[in-house]
């Protein structure tokens, strides 16, 4: 039985949500004005980027986890936790940084990937 759970297709599933973060938070300050005429008002609040934000750390972190046993590196793990805790400190505690660190954050989460010449797809 073939799994499509794959490092590989986690990866990719991954980076998916990251284009998708990085989409909506780039246009979300031009488009703010118009969302409710096209009834997308929906997506200026602010539990739309916990929610982008909670599946993004639970893809990283399970694709990460799932691939661990075959490369057995921890500098991929931390520095996904490093990325999730520049998010969080931006989103929640340092509002007034919330500009240099989230983007920081994403950054740093995009550089947390497993050695993937060791990993079987």
């Not at 893809?59 to 590196?73: A, D, E, I």
């Not at 996904?80 to 983007?103: D, K, R």
Request: charged residues 10%; proline residues 6%; positive net charge.
């Amino acid at each position: 039985m073939k799994t499509i759970l794959k490092p590989k297709n986690l990866d990719r599933l991954g980076a998916t949500a990251s284009l998708a973060c990085a989409i909506h938070c780039a246009a979300l300050p031009f488009l703010m004005t118009s969302l409710p005429l096209f009834g997308l008002g929906f997506l200026a609040h602010s539990w739309v980027e916990i929610l982008m934000i909670g599946i993004s750390l639970f893809l990283g972190f399970y694709s990460l986890l799932r691939s661990y046993p075959l490369h057995r590196k921890m500098v991929p793990v931390l520095t996904l936790i490093s990325g999730f805790a520049l998010i969080a400190a931006g989103h929640f505690f340092m509002e007034g940084l919330e500009p240099i660190l989230i983007p920081l954050g994403g950054l740093t989460i995009a550089g947390a990937k497993g050695d993937e010449q060791n990993v079987q797809s």
